[in-house]
Each structure stands twice: as structure tokens, then as C-alpha cells.
């Protein structure tokens, strides 16, 4: 039987279930992973090469502990290498009732964490929290060789550290560079989250620590976790749990290999996606 919660005070939380099954065809597959894939400064798909390791902040620590655990569970059945408990966090996950003042304070301490802009105008764009729970990605470009660069403004440097230089291949089959995820930020406002159960929550939380989508202002067509807290969607489309669609796409995303070129990682993707919807 699956474990359920509810906190019954500043947040009200729900149980983990298992993946949700739903027909797809082919259209609609390649439509979905538009949706669940963000373009990175060097033109990849990004996702993590690092093991994941997540940390969560404004919870109490059996619901904080709850989330973790779906986190590294969900990482672990896409294919991504996950660090054991007591790692350094890459992946920063904040329950807060005050959003926009957390990222604003990111920004004025650290503004590479907001993701990659030339100026400040694009800046403003990424500092706004339009969502309950919203992300921010911080990418990084990786060569043949293993050294990587933050994907950032060389203006914007000054004040991150462990930053590396990259080297190409060269040939003309292709560059030999791939994206990754450095880090990645993930608030949520618990205020706006009272209707959610945890495991909603956390399956919601985990598809934005494992991967960047293209946008989160529109309902995707498939039914998919990301749409949870999304304005406008119907109410087939808003899952209490990972749709089967959300894991195939995990899937295929952490079996793309390294230094695809954009459309081949997509492709990719999506071939993953059908075969894992086919049960196979």
C-alpha cells in the first residue's frame, strides 16, 4: 500500500503513486518532448552528467526527507547517477512563502544562478517567479576530455567559482561538446500549494530537478506532472502522480548519447519514450 501524508499547517502535502498510463501516438509524443525541452546556450539538451544529489530547505524533515527520497528514486529508474545521502547539494529545492524575494537575493549574490543572459533585460526576465513551483538551470558546456565551462556571460563570472575551460574535438562529424547541468534551484510556494498532496509535489519537483522544460506556461497535450499546479489545464491533464509519459520521457532523456546534436537527442528521446510506453 502506498504510504500517504498530510500536514495539516502552513503546508498541506499526498502519497507517491506509481507512473499513470496514457495512449500516445506519435505526434503527440514529439510534441511532449518539445514542451520538456529546453534549448541550452550551446544548442543541446541538457541533463545531468553529475550524480544528482538534492537538498530541500522550509519543510519539516519528514516531508523534506519524503521528497528526497522520490527525487533520488525517480533519478535512479531514468538512468542518472545519483549520489549517496550526505553529498554536497547540486540540486537546491526551497519551500518558501516569500519567492520572488529568495531569487531576487539569489540574483544580487549570485546572478550566473538565474541561467544564462547577455544583459540585464533578460536578467529580469529570468529573476520573475510566475509559478508556484518554478526552477532555475544553470548549464555547463563538457568536451571530449571531461572539462567543462559554465554556460554564462564572462561578465557575470566574478562572482561563482570552479569554473573550466573547454576544449573541442574538432572534426567535422561533430564538436565533441555536450550540455549538462552545473545546478539547479527549484522554490516552491507553499502558500499557493495547499490543494497538492506530497507526492504530487514531489513528482512535480523531481521532473524539474531532472530536467529543463521549454516552457511552463502551457498545458502539454499528454497529461503530464508538470501541469499540477499550471492555470487553464483540464482536469484530465493534472495527475496526482508521474504520468507513465513524464518516466518515458525521464527515460529517454538519460539515454540520449552524449554530444547528440539537438534534433538527433530528441529523436532520441522520443524513440525511449515509445518503447517505455510500449513496455518494452
Keep these: 500500500m502506498t504510504r500517504c501524508f498530510s500536514i495539516v499547517a502552513a503546508i498541506t502535502l499526498g502519497c507517491a503513486g506509481a507512473a499513470i498510463a496514457q495512449p500516445a501516438d506519435d505526434t503527440a509524443i514529439n510534441a511532449f ?15 545531468w552528467d553529475d550524480p544528482v544529489c538534492p537538498g530541500i530547505a522550509g519543510l519539516p524533515a519528514n516531508f523534506g526527507k519524503f521528497i528526497l527520497e522520490r527525487i533520488r528514486t525517480v533519478a535512479a529508474a531514468a538512468g542518472a547517477k545519483v549520489d549517496p545521502e550526505g553529498c ?9 512563502t516569500s519567492p520572488q524575494a529568495l531569487i531576487d537575493g539569489l540574483r544580487a549574490k549570485d546572478p550566473v544562478m538565474l541561467g544564462y543572459f547577455d544583459n540585464s533585460d533578460q536578467a529580469d526576465k529570468l529573476a520573475k517567479v510566475n509559478h508556484p513551483i518554478q526552477a532555475w538551470y544553470v548549464t555547463k558546456t563538457v568536451d571530449l576530455r571531461g572539462k567543462w565551462t559554465i554556460d554564462a556571460n564572462s561578465r557575470y563570472l566574478h562572482s561563482s567559482a570552479n569554473y573550466e575551460t ?18 539547479i ?3 516552491a510556494d507553499p502558500s499557493k500549494l495547499g490543494a497538492f498532496e ?16 521549454s516552457t511552463l506556461d502551457e498545458c502539454t497535450a499528454l497529461p503530464s506532472i508538470e501541469n499540477l499546479a499550471l492555470t487553464g489545464c483540464t ?5 496526482p502522480a508521474m504520468s507513465a509519459n513524464d518516466s518515458g520521457f525521464l527515460y529517454g532523456l538519460y539515454h540520449v548519447k552524449p554530444g ?15 518503447e517505455k510506453l510500449a513496455g518494452r
Design 33 to 47: 518532448v518539445e514542451s520538456h525541452t529546453a534549448r541550452t546556450h550551446l544548442g543541446r539538451i541538457a541533463r
Design 88 to 96: 554536497r547539494a547540486n540540486i537546491s529545492i526551497v519551500f518558501t
Design 166 to 183: 573547454s576544449a573541442s574535438n574538432g572534426t567535422r562529424v561533430g564538436d565533441g561538446l555536450n550540455s549538462a547541468f552545473f545546478s
Design 185 to 187: 534551484t527549484v522554490v
Design 198 to 213: 506530497i507526492g504530487a509535489l514531489a513528482d512535480n519537483v523531481a521532473m524539474l530537478a531532472l530536467s529543463q522544460p
Design 235 to 239: 482536469a484530465a491533464a493534472k495527475l
Design 260 to 274: 547528440a546534436s539537438l534534433g538527433g537527442a530528441k529523436d532520441s528521446i522520443a524513440f525511449g519514450m515509445k
